[in-house]
């Protein structure tokens, strides 16, 4: 089971990680515009188009990475206090109760939409024969269906956080702060944070004994 | 025991949202939909209390409730048709909007600043610069984090890294610890206000209100809250000496380099006739090319004054141009113009070139300047400061407004000042700073005065920001594969985060709206028969005690859509509000128990210093911002003035 819950995090994991190049490209890209626009006078009408349908792309394929890696935002009021058991059992009612049928609705309806665009073979109406929009659009079908199960393999998480008491393993990625890695790259070592505690005890000490400035 | 604590402050938050729920609507088999609307509402709010992932809680809501709506008037496979397609328009929408576009690029631009690891050079420069005013420490750390975090945007990296770096030095030189955490915890969180910022684009989306306009009205009270931090820090220090001691000699001093000090004359020689000395003698042992390439170094301070204040004059100057024609033209109109008076030549000659490329390459714009031109244009600037303002002014070009020479008077002032006091240890403060303080000033202005004078939309300029960033790592060697390849990732992710939870928020609204839950706030608000004034102060209240058990995300997509269509009731200019939301939104990071800055800073601090401390020690920021929240309600021109004179109305 557990084998197979990494290997889904690790498909979610590739498929988010090889679209989210799409930011290097986007940036060349429309640097690229920018100079060919106002220094060449030679503008690309199409770009407009290519740099949303890299954007989009970009974001609604990296829904299931992120899922994978906990990085949704989530209130954080009471969830960081309660025992994993508790945890686990409000996710698991919040998946069945709004995640499931959120996310299936969103997929259904995306492969009617992109059905629907594929059949007339839709262009993008922004200007005249704009790119293709059709491939575009199959974009939300697909993510719905990764994010979709992925999900379950989170579902099936809390059920065995729920069984166990303890939230089982998820795959290492990089993470925003990385203290190891801030601490490195500022040359800052456990040992010089550990002899700082003598200043700040001095000053408590010093603060017990006369009244606060 | 401390957790039943935390636990029973979140319980009590819930149930003061549940019981009037349930105490003042019926029970749900006989509601209107519009209460069902309000009964959405309580929902969400619990349901993102408990910690699910809110991009998930949003879209399972709105679309059970939408389809609840749509039951209203159709039978069941009507209604999910409707559901269906009504969804996926809106996640559509979100995947081809032009605005949100932006984030991804700042988001990038972000990381790969703060993977190039100028932080602690920044913070040591800055420190030895202004090592003599009181609570330097304290006011370095806030001046770091003011740049530093407007750069990458990363509240969380930017109070680790202080918590690093500037802690240790502050604790060192014996500040106290609140006053220490409370700097470095307010300090980071700056760079969600002032621009380029995600919250102000994701606002911008949210109210359809121009990102430009955000941006450019932001920027002033944004550094108003940095100066009011830093003025509240100099003035505790000032009164209490023992709060924040002058550092040990030590530690303020500079190392001069080798061919310095083989100056004649050694330390505190001010720097230029000391060079020009050893050019002329020639027997100091250093090479001439050394020599001169410092002596132009040691000239840049002139560019960095004439710089800013020729494309002042140009704005200034220009002004009918703008209202008119539009801003793109700006630059060509003055480079054509023959130059009409004496007085307007030299400085439209000597700058209608630096303004366009301090805007488009970012790092070393200063450099660029010709350093020629330097010497001829405070000259001039001088002269014209004392002769009467209109004086022999081109005729096609509105006369610099009185203010703008009171501006070049200063400059000058502050020149002469400089290089007084301009000694080889300042010399070497000054290249340090170089290296640090302004490449980032440069970018960030770049970025931000391309899009607030139109050169670049917000997306073209974040495009050129993410190109900058790139460049900048690269000139400190750190773009390796590796760092791009984490910057990659992290901006999937946190793209990802932000704009799942935007189109699970559209869906939300949409199915709020269907319900007509909006009709019943409405109708309650007007109800109430407010001021406009009460109504901006409740809202403001409301904002803010959200901002307790909420993050700013949740709230500018679940909450901005209620309130924005009652401004118009109130008169109240959307720009205004969001400018007040994101000034007010600054105290939902420092209020407890979500306050993230704290828990980062405790993650680095020594064992002893406890939450407790970190938290007393933010109590007076957050009080500074509601005074700057005052302030701006008050004089709504701290905001209002830059939108007004550069894009009219």
Redo the contacts between chains.
Sequence with gaps: MQKLLLRIDRASTWV??A???L??L???L??WE?FSRRFFDAPHAWV?DA??QL??T???M??A???A?S????????????SPRV?AG??LT??V???????V??T???T??AADAWRIREMSSVMVDGPPVYT??T??PVAGALILVQ?LAEIARCVICLRDGAWPSRTE??V??D?DK??R????KDE???A??R???E??RDDGKGPR? | MK?RK??W???I?MAAIVIPTFVFLPAPWNMTSGQLGLLMLSLVVV???????????L??????FAFLAYRFQAPAPEAARQ???L??QR??A???N?V??SI??FV?MGYLVERA?L??KLFQSLHLAIGRIPGSLAVATLVTCAVFATATG?I??VV??MG??A??AM??S?Y??RLSAGVITAGGCLGILIPPSVLLILYGATASVSVVQLYAGAFFPGLMLAGLYIGYVMIRAML?P??APKPPPEEAEVKLPDWALRLRGGPRRLAIPALLDALRSGNTGIPRGRLLGQLGLASLPVSMVVVPLAVLFQVATTVEVVDTGGLTEIGVEVAAEPGGGGLAEPPGSALSEPPQEGVQEPPGAEKAAPAAEAPVVPVAAKDAAATPPSAGLASTRIPAPRWFWGLVALGAAILILNYVLFTVERFEIFKMLLGSFFPLSALILSVLGSIIFGW?TP??AA??G??GG?VLAAAYRRLTFQV???S??????????????FV?SS?FAAAFALLGGQEIIEKWVLGLNMTPVQFMLLAQFIIFILGW???W??IIVIFMPIFLPLLSHFNVDPLFFGLLVALNLQTAFLSP??AMAAF?LK???????SLNQIFAGMMPFMAIQLLALFLLYVFPDIGLWLPRVLYGG
């Design positions: 988010g990680q679209v989210s190049w930011i290097v986007l940036t060349f429309m640097t920018i407009f740099q949303l954007y989009g970009l974001f609604m990296a829904g990475y992120t899922l890696k990085g949704h935002v989530r209130g954080d009021v009471l969830y960081g206090f309660f945890q409000i996710d919040l998946y109760f709004f995640f499931v049928p959120g996310v609705a969103l259904y309806a995306g009617i939409y575009f659009k974009v939300i999900g990625d990089v925003e702060v203290v801030l601490k790259m500022v040359d800052v010089d944070i550990q700082l505690d200043f700040v005890v000053q408590e400035p | 957790i935390e636990l402050f979140g319980f938050l349901a993102i209390m408990l910690g699910f992932p809110t991009a998930f809680t879209m399972g809501m709105g679309v059970l559901t269906l397609m969804m996926v996640a559509y979100v995947m081809t032009d949100l576009i991804p690029l990038f690891a932080i602690q990363i969380g990296a680790t890294l690093l770096l802690f240790p604790l060192r014996r106290d610890i209490n023992s709060l670049a997306t073209e495009a050129m993410a190109a790139m791009v390849k984490e990659v990732f992290l901006t999937a992710k946190t793209t990802a985060m932000v704009c799942w939870l699970g869906i058990p909420l993050e995300t949740e128990p979500v980062y993650g680095v601090a020594p064992p002893h210093v």
